[in-house]
């Protein structure tokens, strides 16, 4: 039997507006450990997806993590995935409701 090839995706968000504790509370207790434990245990590579307000609240607010996260990018363990700012859906909506 041939082999399967497994891609293990994680998407990260915080919606706009989100209180700051918010973001501190999830990258302390969800983003950071979990790449933590990924990268423990062998199970890089995996694909990350942030979506724009976080990222954009991690680069005012928390660089340590985006360093830590360009470091496992540079060693080819994370692949990000990217997607427009605020995640639009534009391509989910039918002709007349996106002309609209």
Known sequence: MAAIRFVFGLHLHQPVGNFDH??????ADV??????????RGVLPVV????GPLLEWLE?????YLDFLGRLVSDGNVELLLAGFYEPVLASLPRADRVE
């Open 60 to 64: 005012a607010n928390n660089s340590a």
């Open 48 to 51: 990350l997806h942030l979506s």
């Open 31 to 40: 983003y950071r450990p979990i790449l933590e434990r990924l990268s423990g």
């Open 22 to 27: 918010v973001f501190e509370q999830h990258v």
